[in-house]
């Protein structure tokens, strides 16, 4: 069994910087692919990035250049560097794991990732 837990949410002004990580507990592989997610309130999730297995990193267009992705493997940990915050970003962030995390045309996929956390808040104004 394999639990995931986020933390680092908050509330940030528009230009500001959080740092999300995701930590990994119980049963867990020594390789995997992991992704965040996130659902803005009122709206479908999305795939905000993704870091493959072979260490392929897929971004949300609407995040390139301001957000990194990377993960600790001896830490089990998986991070995402927030910089230039935008309202628009404003939503619960969910981070994922297995040992693959889709990528279907471009776009991180919401499927296929057995492992999932709660979720951390994100609010920027």
């Known amino acids: 069994h394999v639990q995931l837990v986020e933390s680092g949410g908050g509330s940030a002004q528009a230009g500001g910087s959080l740092r999300l990580s995701c930590v990994g507990s119980?049963?867990?592989?020594?390789?995997?692919?992991a992704a965040w997610i996130r659902r803005p309130p009122g709206k479908e999730p999305e795939g905000v990035a993704r870091?493959?297995?072979?260490?392929?990193?897929t971004y949300l267009e609407s995040v390139k250049g301001r957000f990194t992705i990377s993960k600790d493997n001896a830490k089990n940990t998986l991070y995402l560097q927030m910089r230039d915050v935008k309202p628009e970003d404003t939503a619960t962030y969910y981070c994922?794991?297995?040992?693959?995390?889709?990528?279907?045309?471009?776009?991180?996929?919401?499927?296929?990732?057995?492992?999932w956390g709660k979720g951390t808040q994100v609010t920027v104004s």
């Open positions: 994922a794991a297995d040992l693959t995390c889709p990528v279907v045309r471009g776009r991180v996929a919401l499927y296929g990732m057995g492992y």
């Open positions: 119980g049963n867990t592989p020594r390789k995997y692919s």
């Open positions: 870091i493959a297995l072979n260490g392929d990193i």
